[in-house]
């Protein structure tokens, strides 16, 4: 997918999303740790800083490098304090590129994820240049499924992935003629 490559930093109005660093790791530790990430996401096995930061090397960064996107932090503006992840994703299972997003449970429900998504959102159809975003959701995650029919995306189909056994919900949004004129 590496033609266009995401930028180093998005700012929107609250926050600033840029690509983890080693020192991110308590942050990392934290919100893979969160019973939400657990249960609808998968335990990664993260408990440690070490842990973390290899984490961070061999997954979060490894993706910016081989596709030129992926998860990036999230902060506040103000604070600077970490408060999810939010980007787009090219895993290899997958023909689509797809926006994924996570938050600690204290900056849920003050939009922050939709402000974030969003960005991500215009960014692939406007400097990517992406026809088609998807999204895919536990069916018992209802907050995150609810979020993406407010960015646009439209539930499609439920898909299981290559080595897994529970189905997940696929949602999508296409770019259209209007690029990022279609979204909210």
């Known amino acids: 997918m590496k033609q266009h490559s995401a930028p180093e930093v998005v700012a929107t109005s609250r926050l600033l999303l840029r690509k983890a660093r080693d020192d991110d790791a308590a942050f990392i530790v934290e919100l893979l740790n969160d019973p939400s990430w657990i249960r609808f996401i998968g335990d990664r096995g993260i408990r ?4 973390a930061r290899d984490y961070i090397s061999n997954v979060l960064v490894a993706m910016y490098e081989r596709e030129g996107v ?10 600077r304090e970490c408060i999810g992840l939010c ?12 926006i ?35 999204a895919i959701v536990d069916p018992a995650n209802h907050a995150s499924a609810a979020l993406l029919e407010k960015l646009g995306l439209r539930f499609e189909r439920l898909i299981t992935l290559p080595g897994a056994d529970a189905e997940l919900r696929l949602f999508a949004i296409q ?8 979204l909210p």
């Open 48 to 51: 440690t800083d070490e842990t």
């Open 70 to 79: 992926g998860l990036y932090v999230v902060e506040l503006n103000d604070e």
């Open 87 to 98: 980007g787009l994703l090219k895993r290899r299972t997958m023909a689509d590129v797809d």
């Open 100 to 134: 994924g997003f996570a938050f600690l449970p204290r900056f849920r429900r003050h939009g922050y994820a939709y402000e974030s998504a969003q960005a991500w959102l215009k960014i692939g159809i406007d400097t990517l240049r992406l026809e088609r975003i998807v």
């Open 175 to 182: 770019s259209g003629a209007q690029g990022s004129a279609a």
